[in-house]
């Protein structure tokens, strides 16, 4: 079916906004622009040039404040910021085009592909458009071996963050509208993968030949690289966040169960209460104290606004889990036959495994629930 923007972009071509990054690219960003300006003409694209520089030492915004008389180009100069993705960042947010190409301002990336990805976008088949490089009709001129490896070694890294055959590539298209609202935070470089794993949009690839800078040298060096491992883990986190707070709320289980068994054995040891009466505190003990951690920990949640409400409901919901556990032991020793030997132990497990799920979800989606929460803080 026919997404609404596709419709409305058969009857007008959608503007395109083209981002170009900059640091130090006097030798470059002149015919970067030339060619870009003849390609939105030649394919009759509505379009404008945005150049995101932070302040080049080498004069690269006052030359494309001279080129404004003669193209649609205009310079956002910034003082005191750097980094290739912030500086797409800005650029989105500055662009009028409801399409978003990103690109560097170095001749690297063909500005004849450009056509190509955008068109899948007009039509409503994607989201996004990327420039890649390892996939068939792709590839990279004159680039040595070492710089192949580490861009394809740091590719693989990125394999369970998405599909892409090539994540690390920095030449886009993008419909300006799905990044509306999400919260960006890359750290270095990446700007692509940042924008393919927050949105999750449906993306295309592009086959594209890489060509070395036209003029100048590459800013990539090793703390390019180590910011890159750094987004990468950020971008896990953000990715699977449930699985690690599920991780979490186990250990915290666990560390839970062990104050369990500590107040238990010292009210029965030193204050002779009867182990089932202690055993009642224990309990409260280890809820009370799993509260916190998970607030605190699991779900990182600092203030809050109903904390009664909240505590009441994660004790209801340990409560509730306690009687899965016990009820899912019941049907298992009743109707599977594990009443006898040591069966029962593992009718026990399995009905902690259930308990432990029916309280994460219940602890996240009620006790945790994001609107009990001011100011809260995600991974
Ligand atoms: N505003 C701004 N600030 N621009 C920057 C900065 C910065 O701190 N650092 C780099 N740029 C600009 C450059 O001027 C260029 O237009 C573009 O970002 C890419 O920088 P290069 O220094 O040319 O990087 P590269 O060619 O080594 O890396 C490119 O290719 C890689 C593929 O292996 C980039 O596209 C990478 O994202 C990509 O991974
Ligand atoms: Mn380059």
Not at 45 to 50: M, T
Not at 54 to 79: C, F, M, Q, W
Not at 161 to 187: C, H, K, Q, W
Not at 292 to 309: D, G
């Amino acid at each position: 079916m026919m997404s609404s923007f596709a419709k409305r972009q058969k009857e007008e071509k959608p503007m395109v906004s083209v981002i170009l990054p900059t640091y130090n690219e006097a030798g470059n960003i002149k015919i970067t622009i030339s060619l870009l300006s003849e390609m939105l003409n030649d394919e009759r694209i509505k379009g404008e040039i945005i150049v995101v520089d932070d302040d080049s030492p080498d004069g690269t915004a006052d030359i494309v404040r001279n080129l404004a008389t003669e193209y649609d180009v205009r310079v956002h100069l910034r003082k005191d910021q750097r980094g290739l993705a912030t500086a797409v960042l800005k650029g989105i947010e500055l662009a009028k085009g409801e399409i978003c190409v990103v690109m560097d301002a170095d001749l690297s990336h063909p500005v004849s592909k450009i056509p190509d990805m955008i068109s899948p976008i007009i039509q409503g088949d994607c989201e996004a458009a990327v420039g890649c490089r390892w996939v068939p009709g792709g590839g990279c001129i004159n680039w040595p071996l070492t710089r192949k490896i580490v861009s394809k070694g740091a590719g693989l890294l990125a394999r369970g963050l998405t599909r892409l055959s090539d994540p690390t590539s920095g030449f886009m298209a993008v419909r300006n509208d799905v990044l509306d609202g999400i919260e960006f935070y890359p750290v270095g470089w990446k700007i692509v993968l940042e924008i393919l794993v927050k949105t999750n949009c449906r993306f295309i690839e592009v086959p594209i030949m890489f060509s070395d800078r036209h003029e100048g040298e590459s800013k990539l060096n090793l703390r390019v690289l180590i910011d890159y491992l750094r987004h990468l883990w950020k971008l896990y986190c953000f990715k699977y966040i449930k699985c690690f707070q599920f991780i979490k709320f186990c250990l915290v289980g666990i560390s839970g169960f062990l104050i369990d068994t500590l107040v238990l054995v010292s009210l029965v040891e030193l204050m002779y209460i009867d182990p089932r009466v202690a055993a009642i505190f224990g309990f409260l003990a280890a809820v009370s104290y799993n509260y916190i951690l998970n607030r605190l920990w699991t779900f990182h949640l600092p203030s809050i606004a109903k904390p009664y409400y909240s505590y009441a409901s994660f004790v209801l919901i340990c409560l509730l889990g306690l009687m899965i556990r016990i009820g899912v032991m019941h049907l298992l020793i009743e109707y599977a036959g594990m009443g006898t030997d040591l069966w029962y132990v593992f009718a026990s497990f399995l009905g902690i495994v259930a308990g432990t799920i029916f309280n994460f979800i219940g602890s996240k989606y009620v006790a945790f629930s994001e609107n009990l929460f001011r100011n809260e803080r995600r991974l």
